[in-house]
């Protein structure tokens, strides 16, 4: 009788990930880069499902053609690079390896650098598998560059210099990224142009279903799960084009809805609050009063 696969499979050294699929040993234990054709995937061999307890940076050539951000599709003729963090669940790589590199490295690595906390503050390793990185050739030249250098530092030269070298071009490597990116979100028109309106119209359409006073404050995670994209990935492009985070846009919105409700109803204040979802009215003349520098109170009598 088959054994049935566990559903989840957690990959606990890169001497662990290298045997799965079938690569000689790492040179590092802590780091290693990876040519995927030379990665050996066996049908069914892994659960849909893996974890690692690395950060993973990928470039995979095949990431091109039509890309869906959000509603729309768009374009590319090059490839992209796919960021991990590590104990984020991913889908298991199936059918043919595609061409390209994965950079593997574990936090412990960066223990004592600046980098070990500077990390956190990418927040494109929280990015959805299609939010990847799409570079123009220029950009895949200057990314390439930096994995020649790390390659060749892990085949050559290890030595008491090699930690130095590598995290500093890892470091490179996720600066060229934040660059990019920016860049990408700023020459996704058509994406951006309609960005703001399709908020626009998600928030309207859920003050008037007369949810949030069942269901609270519109949150960032619906405005995302709405545009069909990760929060992370929404919150940074909103902010590369407005100046403002997601969080900013539905604050604004709350605040236009109570001005609206303050000035032509007899509604309390606190019953405005809960009919916006708040749990308590305090919270919402605090907010009130922080984008108006007056209390819903004040706002209101101003009309008289």
Known sequence: ?????????????LTDF???????????????????????ITPDALPPSIVMPFYKIAYKANVCGRVKYGQNYYDFGEGGLV????GQIFESPTGNASSGYILLFHPDFLLSYPLASTIKQFGFFTYAANEALHLSETELNAIFSVFKIIEEELNSRIDKFSQDVLISQIELLLNY???????????RKAASNDLLQRIEGILDDYFKSGKPSETGVPTVQLLAEKLGMSASYLSDMLRSLTGEN?????HEKLVEKAKERLSTSNLSVSE????????YPQSFSRLFKTKTNLSPLAFRQSFN
């Open 272 to 279: 405005i609050a809960y009919e916006l979802g708040f749990d």
């Open 83 to 86: 960021f991990t963090a590590p």
């Open 18 to 40: 290298h045997r799965v699929f079938g690569l000689s040993k790492p040179v590092h234990p802590m780091v290693s880069f990876i040519k995927i054709e030379d990665m050996t």
């Open 177 to 187: 990224s934040n660059r990019f990116y920016g860049r990408q979100f700023i020459t």
């Open 246 to 250: 997601a969080q900013h846009h539905i």
């Open 1 to 13: 009788m088959k054994t049935e696969a566990p559903a989840l499979y957690r990959f606990e050294s």
